[in-house]
Every structure is written in C-alpha cells, then in structure tokens.
C-alpha cells in the first residue's frame, strides 16, 4: 500500500459526496421547477397533465408500419409518429453507413479521379445543411416528377409520380409465411392505388438523411483506415494478399477500433436530425406532437413526451453500439 | 444540428463536474426568469410600455401581412390598432409578433402578447382549457378546398383516394379527418409544419386540393396561384370557424377593452358612422347613439378604464367594421370575398353589436 492510500481514499469520498449532493440539488431543483410551473398554469386556468392520451386523437397519419386512424387515442398516435420516425432513421443509417464506407475507401483510392469525386463530394454536402438538402430533395421529387396521373412506368407494377413509388407488394394468408401473390398497384383515380407505396415525403426525408450522414461517415471511415500502421498494410501485401483482401482482413478490422465509437456519434445524429422531416410533411414523432399540441394546447407535456423518446432512442442506439465496440475492440488492452 | 452527442465519455472528472453544475444553474435561472408575474393589470403594463403586444401571423393575405415596407395590414392587425388607438391614442403604437399556429398559444399563455389576433377559431376546447377569454368575433370563416380545375371536380365527394395538402397545428386536419371519416371516403393528408411549404407542394402538384379556412383559400388562390383561374373553391364547407381575438384570463378590465373596441366597430356601421364623417358627427350629431360613438355623449369610457373619445378615435383610425372589411379582404382588396356571413345582422349577416351604452 502506498503512503499516500489514506488521504486519496478521503478525497474520493469526499468527491462522491460532493458528487451526490450535486445530484440531489439538480434532482430537487428540477422537481421544483416543474412543480411550480404546473402551480402557474393551474393558477392561470390552463389545463395540464397526460389525461388526454387516452382521449381520441382525431387527425389521420397519412403513412407508416403501425396500423392508425383519428378514432384511436392520443397514446397510439405518438407511438404511430415514435415508428414512422424509425422507419425512416433505420434505412437511412443502412444507406448512409455502406455509401460513406465506399465514399471513405474512395477518399484514399489510387485513382486520382475517384478520391476527387468522393472529396467534392464530401466537402459539398458536408457544408450545406441538411434541411436546405431535405427541401431541396422534395420540391425537386415535387416539380419535376410526372403527375399521378401519368405516372412513369419504371417496371411492371412499378410506378413514379409525384404521388411517390408505388411496388407491388406480396400479400399472405394469416398465418402462413410464404406469400400466395401480390398486390399490384393500379392507377386509382387521382393516385396509384394498391401496393406498397412510399411517398416523396418518405423518399426525400430518407435520401436526405443518407447522402448527408455519408459524408459525415465517410470522413470517419478515411480517417479509421489513414490510423491503420502503414506497415500492416505492407506485411499484408508481403503475404501476397489481393488488395481487396489486404483491406478486408487486415486494414478494416484494425480500423473499426477508431470508426465504431465516432460512428454511434452519427447515427445518433442522424435519429435526431429525422425530426426535420417535419418541414417536408413526412410525419414523424416530433409532426404527430404539434398536431396534438395544437388541437390539445398541452404544449409542455407534448415536448415532454418527444424529449423522452428521443433521449430513450439515443440511449438504446449507444448502448447497441457500444456492445458492438466492445466485440470489435482489441481485446486486451483496456 | 451539433453532433455533440452522448458518447460515454472517460471517467467524469472534477473540472467537467463544476461545468455541469454550472450550466443546470443557468438553465434552472432562465426557466424561473422566464416565468412572467401573472399579468392582472395590461392595462397599466400596456399604457407604461407605451405600446400594445399584438400577436399575428407571419403573413395571411387580408388578416395581417406584412408589405415590402414591413407595414402591417389586414383584419386582425386593424383590430389591434384600432384598441391601441383606442387606449393609447395612437393607432401605431403596436408592437406585432409573429407567430406561427403552434407558438401562438404559448405565447399569449406566457404573456409575450397582451392580444392574440391570429385568425383563431373559437371552440370550446381552446376556450374553457387554455386559460384564455375569446373576445368579440371578427370574422365568420369556414373550413374549404381549393382545387386545380384540371383535375374535374365540383364536390369535396369526389376527393376519393386524393392526396390533400394542410399546415400543422391548425384545427384544419381534425375537421378533414372527421368530414372525409363521416363521408366515408378514404383521402390522404400531408400535413406541413409551415404554411409555406404546404401551398408550394399544392402548387407543385403534390397535392390534389389544399385545405385551410376559405378566406386563406381566397388569398392563396389571388397571390400565390401562377394563374388564379386554373384554380377552384369547392362548394363545400366542412367547419364552421368563428375567428376572434383572444386574450389571458385573470385580467377582467383587459378583457372588456379587447371586446368593446371591436364591438363599437360593428355598432358604428350599423349606425352609420364612418371615417369619414365622424368628426361631423362630433361636432354636430343628433342621434344619442352615433353621439355615444363620436365621444360627444354619455362618458362611457371611464367605465371601461378609458377616457371619452376611446371609439371616437378607434373609428377615426380604421374606420368601421364594413370599411375595415372591404379596405383588407373585400371588393378594395385582392382577395374580393364577398361579405356573406359577416354582413350585419339586418343584411342577412350574422354581425350584431352588442349596444354601446
């Protein structure tokens, strides 16, 4: 035992103990806060609470997985928004990972022509933001696309308009797995109807979300492979490895180490960043909350409920990732 | 968007502690700062500030828009102006803020505004759960569809499988669902945040019809359509939409001026006062009611927190309810609606000024 054992020990208690107390007062500090601010609103005759989840909401979602309509209640339509914000976070993350991934491996090509068009690429979408990209992206889908009515035939049963893209989607007994055939999109009037449909909305809000995280990622990527010892990929060449492999099996699991923890950064950006969809009618979580906002005027709980689901989204993505960190990391050296 | 996000940092160290508390201090002070003291007297604030906090839209053609100049004109901004005039004697001194529909409550709840005149419709939910007081209405409007005329309909009933475009945060895409639900109709809405962007999808074709209060339709058709006539008002109305300004409960004498003035509007187009020949009136009027409003009879005033003249000069900045109608959306102006519902009572409207005396 060293001789200094006793006072660290003192000082470390002391610091846990400063570090509770400042804890308890941010805690009690807190409470209070809320505590008087619902006094304020009671005083004012402002009503207040979570009572009107359970009431019926009384506005139409117009897309998503969850199945919705405006008899059902409140809790449903935030739960419909919390979902349609993870159908368009999810494959937009898988598309801005594999792009920026290729993009980065670009950014160090030997090629001089590739690692230009992968630098102009980053740098121009990297430095213009994200919202102007998302409106961008729409009102070009919005303009430039056909009409519904005289929608582009991409392939049978494959239709583009301005009302979106619409696929033939595979249709299933209840209970069996294997589809007995699909349903076909058809021209309905004013829109294609039938099928799976994504809207514009969808389209920009995920494209959107893809091409500017990649950039983002893509940088992280080069700058993982540009920390790899130059030696490994010298010994990897050595051992008579094509290049392919040489990166595959020795370049990129070295360089996950560093790739992973700024990558979980990204993603948990990019969840957050979903809430522009708003500006472009996608309707996501934080859209669903200023209609009930509105039409219920519990302005302080609605916000309330979307910090909540955001903070429990990026808390799970972290954790996700940081399980993944663990696997990828050299073993040994912590 | 900061990407600062919650990556586990390394062990918290004492210096990143002090930050912390530091910022939970700031941010605790502000919420409390932030906090108004509860306004039971905007009268006095309002005459100690010299100006009167009107909040507004961020640009409805014939409610309140802004011109290139930055001037304000419209329905609601002339109400605003003349209860300035009528309380400070000055029909410019307001301070408008614009709002947009899911700030608008928050703001008048927080006192940032001492009126709300932002084309809000009066219904029971906003008036008995907001802590608000409605006050006198000021226009009738309704809920409507603007269609392109290229697409052959007549009726919202034929809006079967149609997309249809609408701003968040307005009573609009509730009376949507519940119309096209009783219908049984199935139709799509996409529902923007700003008013802006949904018009512009409308326009770009995104959209089969747009929905928001005919009056807004009328604007939107006038102003933004490239050409108006290829566009077309359904018959249909499928939300009644009692428009007034609104204000914070707890302050009663606020309350009665934020009523009275609008309502001595209405009084003097009934009785025939008008800009322009109020001053003659003044002078040399003989009916007790055109008197009243003139400022040369009974002091009325006094009982509201006023002087005497308090109409005679709301009247003297905008006129009365009828010029103040046709100078912001009627025949003077680009949107032509006609008067319909906000006609007087005695000319099969459903305007009746409650008597000033």
Redesign the interface.
């Known amino acids: 035992m060293s001789m200094s054992g006793a006072p660290e020990r003192r000082s470390a208690a002391l610091?846990l103990a400063?570090?509770a107390l400042?804890v308890a007062a941010?805690l009690g500090?807190l409470f209070w806060?809320v505590q008087?601010?619902l006094e304020?609103?009671r005083?004012?005759?402002?009503?207040s609470g979570f009572d009107f989840l359970a009431q019926s909401a009384?506005?139409?979602i117009?897309?998503g997985w969850l199945d919705y309509?405006?008899?059902q209640p409140f809790w449903r339509a935030f739960l419909a928004g919390f979902i349609n914000t993870v159908r368009a976070a999810l494959p937009a993350a898988l598309l801005a990972v594999v792009l920026g991934t290729l993009l980065g491996i670009g950014r160090l090509a030997p090629h001089a022509l590739v690692r230009g068009l992968c630098a102009v690429y980053v740098q121009t979408v990297r430095n213009v933001?994200?919202l102007v990209q998302m409106?961008m992206l729409?009102?070009a889908l919005?303009?430039l696309l056909p009409?519904s009515a005289e929608a582009i035939r991409l392939a049978p049963g494959v239709f583009l308009s301005?009302?979106g893209l619409s696929l033939p989607w595979p249709l299933r007994e209840a209970g069996a797995f294997w589809p007995h055939g699909f349903e076909w999109p058809e021209q309905?009037?004013?829109?294609i109807?039938g099928g799976a449909a994504l809207?514009?909305?969808y389209l920009a809000v995920v494209g959107a979300l893809a091409l500017y995280t990649a950039a983002?990622v893509a940088e992280i990527v080069r700058a993982g492979i540009a920390s790899v010892a130059p030696g490994q990929k010298l010994a990897a060449q050595a051992l008579g490895l094509e290049p392919g492999a040489q990166l595959r099996l020795v370049v990129l699991p070295q360089a996950l180490r560093l790739i992973v923890?700024a990558l979980?950064?990204?993603l948990?950006?990019l969840t957050?960043?979903s809430s522009l969809a708003?500006?472009?009618?996608y309707?996501e979580l934080v859209?669903v909350a200023?209609?009930s906002?509105?039409?219920?005027?519990r302005?302080f709980e609605c916000i309330a409920i979307v910090m909540a689901v955001y903070l429990l989204l990026?808390?799970a993505i972290?954790a996700g990732m940081?399980l993944y960190n663990a696997r990828v990391a050299l073993r040994g050296w912590r | 968007m900061s990407h600062h996000a919650s990556f586990p940092a390394a062990r918290p160290r004492r210096a990143s502690t002090r930050r912390l508390a530091l910022s939970v201090l700031c941010a605790a002070t502000t919420v409390l700062a932030a906090a108004p003291a509860l306004a039971g007297k905007t009268l006095d604030a309002v005459k100690q500030r010299g100006s009167v906090k009107c909040g507004v839209t961020n640009g409805v053609a014939g409610f309140s828009a802004p011109d290139t100049q930055g001037q304000w004109s419209g329905l609601d901004v002339d109400t605003c102006r003349a209860i300035a005039a009528a309380v400070l004697g000055d029909a410019r001194k307001v301070e408008f803020v614009p709002l947009n529909s899911q700030q608008r409550f928050s703001a008048l709840q927080a006192g940032e505004i001492d009126i709300l005149a932002r084309n809000t419709t009066w219904n029971l939910t906003r008036d008995a759960s907001l802590g608000f007081h409605f006050t006198t209405i000021n226009y009738y409007d309704g809920q409507g569809f603007l269609v392109p005329k290229k697409i052959k309909v007549t009726s919202a009933r034929q809006l079967k499988n149609a997309t249809i475009c609408t701003q968040a945060g307005t009573t609009n895409e509730k009376n949507v669902a519940d119309y096209f639900r009783s219908q049984n109709i199935p139709v799509k809405t996409v529902v923007f945040e700003s008013f802006e962007a949904s018009f512009k999808a409308f326009f770009a074709g995104r959209c089969q019809a747009f929905t928001t209060d005919v009056s807004g339709l009328a604007g939107l058709r006038n102003k933004e359509a490239s050409n108006p006539d290829d566009y077309l008002i359904l018959p249909e109305l499928i939300s009644k939409a009692p428009l007034a300004p609104v204000v914070r409960r707890g302050d009663d004498e606020w309350f009665a001026i934020v009523k009275w003035v609008p309502n001595a509007l209405i009084e003097a187009e009934e009785a025939g006062v008008t800009q322009g020949n109020i001053d003659a009136l003044k002078a040399s009027g003989k009916d007790p009611v055109q008197q009243r409003l003139a400022g040369a009879g009974d002091d009325l005033g006094k009982l509201l927190g006023l002087d005497k003249e308090w109409s005679y000069r709301a009247i003297k900045a905008v006129g009365n309810y009828g010029e103040m109608f046709e100078r912001n959306v009627g025949a003077q102006s680009v949107l032509k609606l006609p008067r319909g519902a906000n006609n007087l009572w005695n000319k099969g409207g459903l305007l009746y000024a409650l008597p000033v005396q």
Do not use: I, W
């Open positions: 610091g400063l570090q400042l941010v500090g806060v008087h601010a304020v609103l005083g004012r005759g402002v009503r009384g506005f139409e117009s897309e309509d405006s008899g933001p994200l409106l729409y009102f919005t303009q009409d301005k009302g309905g009037g004013f829109n109807v809207s514009p909305e983002f923890p979980t950064n990204q948990l950006s957050k960043n708003v500006a472009v009618g309707p859209s200023n209609t906002l509105n039409s219920t005027g302005a990026s808390l972290s940081n």
